[in-house]
């Protein structure tokens, strides 16, 4: 009676070792899984950092912008008309919009000829004495405008060009950008769409804190930069910068994020091109504990057609160095080399519009197959400024990831991912918005700025097929001293 039972004994044997098995791919299939998720998210302190620096200078060029009137003058209006002053400011600003700065100065000096107690047509000749870099005659047209009466909405913008003729006289300006905000998702933690991981080949429904969870968090971007004038009349400079990211989550802790980064570089300046090579340095802290270093340089060079047509085309390398932590203890596994060439163009659609259209390819190679890849993708954003500091700001991004190996302990076929990222920003500045009216001076200036973000990863892996929603709004104000 007792020989049925050893068949019994080896499926039990069978089915304990299975099982073992199976748990092992489990926890090699989460720590894949969390080691991915942790890679998207050191991509992401790279892109609110730019989204950040980007929305400051578009800011800053949205307030410069002069604002357009509905009526095309044509010189031949002008010798009809000679001594219309109305007709002759709109024809300066007319000018200025298609670029002729030259031209609105002579326009502009011909009507503080006829009436130089004029106060908004100095302030806005000045203006264009400053785009032409006449200093010197822009600062004395500044300091005449000081005896006139004029609203202090202009007197305001008369100050504010004083200052900045100060800061241009400077060989060297230092500056400080100060971002915070509050930000939510729909997918933090980037759970797949089909509610299922695998493990080994293995369907695994999702559950606890694997399943999807929205979360807020808050965000805080604090730099530090300074530019150098080499004193030559090209205009080389040389610049430098630090930059402190924080992102503090509310539910899930696990995806905390800090980085400190540092990058010294220049600009040559010559009539065919500019050349500005940087070289970089970073260190990302995930859930509190060192994650990521990097060391590298980009090696960006430009050139403008015609006025409106920038080309321009980057070049990066970069040594990613990973380090083991309690929440993915296999991250050294992606130690590696990124190599990035990306080659685009900036057009001027008109004076208040532009789009940047590039083409990126990525190879990135890890101590692990199954961790490097090689990435093409396309990269398109508009920009419009809308005046008075208001812009509107759509990018989109499509990329194509394919992997080197297969990773066996969640899949044994090879991964290809296709991923979408659409993201739109609308900035203004309080001062415009009616808060603005009951704020004090110094609050003034600062720049809020109001995004959507949609996500789409497709793979053949459904691990990594996801979608996540993001909302964010910003605060940032920058000093220059």
Sequence with gaps: MKAPARPCSIVWRKSIVCLALGGLFWIAGVSKVQAEVNRNETDSVRQETMASQQAVQTAEASQQQTLQDG?????????????????????????VRENNVLGAAATL??????????????????????????????????????????????????????????????????????????????????????????????PLGLTGTDRKRDDTSFLNITTIDVTHDL?????????ASFTYFLQEQTMVDSLDLSSFQYSFGGTYKSR???????????????????FLRTQGGSFNLSHEFFRKLNVFSEFKIERDDYSGISENTTADERDGRLWELELGATYKLTQTMR????????????????????????????TWLLGRGQFLI???????????????????????????????????????????????????????????????????????????????TLLTKRWEF
């Design 231 to 239: 004193g030559m009349q090209a205009g080389h400079e040389l610049n």
């Design 109 to 202: 000096e011909r009507i503080l000829l006829i009436q130089p107690n004029l106060a908004p047509v100095r302030l806005f000749y000045a203006i264009v004495l400053f785009r032409l870099d006449n200093l010197n005659e822009a600062g004395q047209e500044l300091e005449k405008l000081k005896s006139l009466s004029m609203p202090d909405s202009l007197r305001n913008e008369m100050n504010q060009y004083l200052k900045l003729i100060r800061l241009r006289r400077k060989r060297t300006v230092f500056g400080l950008r100060e971002s915070i905000g509050y930000q939510f998702d729909t997918n933090r933690n980037a759970a797949p769409s089909s509610k299922y991981r695998l493990a080994g080949e293995i």
């Design 394 to 472: 759509n990018a989109i991004d499509l990329m194509y990831d394919q992997y080197d190996e297969p990773d066996t302990t969640i899949a044994g076929r090879f991964r290809r991912d296709k991923s979408l990222r659409y993201r739109v920003t609308y900035g203004a500045p309080l001062d415009f918005l009616l808060i603005g009216k009951i704020l004090p001076g110094p609050f003034k200036d600062i720049t809020l700025t109001l995004s959507y973000e949609y996500y789409r990863s497709l793979s053949t892996i459904t691990n990594y097929t996801y979608t996540n929603n993001k909302f964010q």
């Design 355 to 382: 789009w940047t259209n590039s083409f990126i390819y990525d190879n990135q190679t890890a101590k692990q197959g199954y961790n490097a890849y090689e990435r093409i993708g396309l990269r398109g954003s508009h």
């Design 71 to 95: 009526r095309v003058i044509h010189f031949s209006d002008i010798l009809k008309d000679p001594d219309n002053i109305e007709l002759n400011f709109l024809y300066a600003k007319q000018q």
């Design 272 to 290: 065919w091109f500019y050349f500005s090579p940087s070289f970089n340095v970073s260190h990302l802290f995930l859930s509190r504990e060192g």
